[in-house]
């Protein structure tokens, strides 16, 4: 293989260098003009005179390697090579083993073709049913705990986590593990963030390759995407009034629209402002940035008309982009628990967003009072700045904080002046992550709308929270309000009455009418008499023979139920043949199909 010779030739050049200083002859090999493999170009350089030199391993290491390399899938194999060729800056022999350790890993991982089946759906689907059928047969051999210790061995090597036989009990756990729909889906995750975080490593996620996410990775998540979409066209909705509708008009009308999604968010966060202000808190900014070591790559900007400079980072200690956000996660635990301590009163939300490379960060958009504000700042700061203090670069980027201004103004692209604003300072991160709307390129000079897509496949992968509030009405109880609300003017309209809110009728109102400042207030003042109404699924187990999980079926308001949740059957639509069988259906508030048109959902 010719191009493989190109890649290693760097590993050929140390291997000639060590055998000069250390005077050993080397073969005098004559170019010649037809091309070789890798094996015999290797050969040239070995040593033809001397035998049994302690220093000889290291050419056996050179084929090993080699063999090793042509194991690997084409698309890391290249990554590889560059990443094994950096690891030895100063060209010194020497340091051949130190790239050892991390073509082991890539080995490890890709030795059951799992990087295929991180993006080979069909493939997954195959290796989940054989895995879920060799466990059905292992543990079949099996009595009590000895199948579940078994299956807590062996998913282990897989690195998925046992169903939690405390929870579930013994034999819900083992059902899990002998269900291919189970194993598809576990698979799905581990494989998808294991070559993701692979790939991640080998340079392969930055401003010039895939930013934020890998191709690989964004590939795959466009392929579910698809899947998805494809189902969701083929499926349709009747309600328990026989009225029917179109799955993606349910969908699209519903916080899953992108934009729907952003209006809701930004209506909560400026009724929020509004409400600081009017019991005159305070708006503060914060922005947490992981220590150096969990950045794969830097990023320097140039004069403008030259391509900006990506590098690999030389602090970089192999953390993955899980466990970066699990370091800032355990950051604001620490402070909002010291926060508490203190008796700090605070609320608003935050956005996690990824660095070219994947790394995540937060910007926290926080409320409180005016002489709380320094104590936060110092808190939060002293948390942050913990890890590896003293680093280059730290104390100016590691945290930021800006206090909203209130009464300055800015001058917007269209020449029109506006006050300073909360909204402003967070909007353009919320409409980066969902859709890009309003947002012309990224802080890299890529296209926003583009880029929204790839920054949501990255939280898929990773299973990262995008957006979160806190100290705030929880927005499940918002959405129910706001729909019953809906209800009550439409069922008051019908039958020509007046509208009798009673005690609740202003946070109804405030609801129904978008006002998340009048929530707020009302919610301060009723919250301990709301709560979410939640019944028993119709379906008392699961498919796996433990209880199945309360669902929401409405709102409760001072001990008087309201249902908001109507019941609903998901069925195909009478004109497609995408599903020649009839489906059995039941009535729900949710979805419930027969096991066939599961299996199809779940891919």
């Given amino acids: 293989m010719p191009s493989l010779v190109s890649n290693v030739k760097h590993d050929l050049d140390l291997f000639h260098t060590y055998l000069k200083e250390n005077g ?65 800056p100063n060209n010194e022999p020497n340091t051949f083993a130190k790239g050892e350790a991390l073509l082991n890993e890539i080995m490890a991982f890709c ?32 009595k009590g705990k000895q199948k579940y210790e078994f299956a807590l061995e062996a998913l282990a090597d897989f690195g998925i986590e046992a169903p939690d036989i405390e929870k579930l009990g013994l034999e819900p756990s083992i059902q899990r593990v002998i269900c291919s729909l189970w194993w598809r889906r576990k698979l799905r ?15 392969l996620t930055s401003a010039h390759a895939g930013i934020y996410v890998s191709n690989d990775s964004f590939y795959r998540w466009s392929q579910q995407q698809q899947r998805n979409n494809m189902l969701i066209d083929a499926m349709e909705a009747i309600n328990e009034d026989g009225e029917v509708f179109d799955l993606k008009t349910l969908i699209d009308a519903s916080v899953s ?20 202000q009017s019991v005159g808190d305070v708006g503060m900014f914060y922005t947490l940035t992981c220590p150096s070591r969990f950045h794969v ?23 993955t982009a899980k466990e970066a956000g699990e370091y800032l996660q355990n950051v604001w635990a620490k402070a909002r628990a010291k926060f508490k301590r203190q008796n700090l009163s605070f609320y608003g939300f935050r956005v996690i967003e990824p660095h070219h490379d994947g790394t995540p960060h937060w910007h926290v958009m926080l409320f409180c009072k005016p002489q709380h504000k320094y104590a936060i700042t110092r808190i939060l700061k002293s948390y942050q700045m913990q890890d590896c203090p003293d680093e280059a670069g730290a104390k100016a980027h590691r945290f930021k904080a800006v206090e909203i201004d209130w009464n300055k103004t800015f001058t917007k692209k269209d020449g029109t002046k506006v006050k300073g604003s909360a909204c402003a300072y967070i909007a353009k991160y919320i409409a980066k992550a969902i859709d890009g709307f309003a947002v012309e390129h990224d802080l890299y000079g890529k296209d926003a709308n583009s880029g929204a897509r790839r920054i949501k496949a990255w939280a898929s992968t990773h299973g990262f929270r995008q957006f979160d509030s806190f100290g705030l009405p929880p927005v499940g109880i918002w959405r129910l309000l706001r729909k019953l609300a809906d209800q009550t003017i439409n069922n008051a ?111």
């Fill in 111 to 142: 030795g059951e073709v799992r990087a295929e089946l991180a993006i080979d759906n069909e493939k997954l689907i195959a290796y989940a049913k054989e895995k879920s059928n060799d466990f059905n047969e292992i543990t079949g051999r099996l």
């Fill in 257 to 276: 629209n992108p934009v729907n999604r952003r209006n809701e968010l930004m209506t909560r966060l400026r009724g929020c402002e509004e409400y600081a």
């Fill in 24 to 88: 050993l002859p080397i073969e005098q090999v004559k170019k010649k003009k037809k091309k070789r493999s890798v094996r015999d170009h290797v050969a040239y350089v070995r040593p033809s005179t001397i035998d049994n030199f302690a220093e000889g391993d290291l050419y056996e290491a050179f084929l090993k390697r080699i063999d090793k390399l042509e194991q690997i899938p084409f698309n890391l194999r290249k990554a590889t090579q560059r990443k094994l060729n950096k690891i030895n």
């Fill in 297 to 319: 790559k830097g990023y320097k900007k140039t004069p403008k008309g030259k391509q900006n400079i990506v590098y690999d980072n030389p602090k970089f200690d192999g953390s």
């Fill in 493 to 603: 309209k019908r039958k020509g009455k007046g509208i009798a809110f009673g005690e609740f009728g202003t946070l109804l109102a405030s609801a129904n009418s978008g006002d998340y400042c009048g929530f707020i207030e009302e919610y301060q003042r009723l919250g301990h008499k709301v709560e979410l109404l939640k019944v028993k699924a119709k379906e008392a187990f699961t498919r796996y023979g433990d209880e199945a999980t309360n669902k929401v079926k409405g709102i409760v308001l001072d001990l008087i139920e309201h249902i908001t949740n109507m019941n609903w059957v998901i069925r195909t639509k009478a004109n497609l043949n995408a599903f020649k069988r009839s489906l059995a259906t039941t009535w729900t508030c949710v979805n419930n199909c027969t096991q066939d048109f599961q299996q199809f959902r779940s891919q």
């Fill in 189 to 203: 995750v581990v494989f998808s963030r294991r070559l993701e975080d692979l790939e991640r490593r080998l340079g």
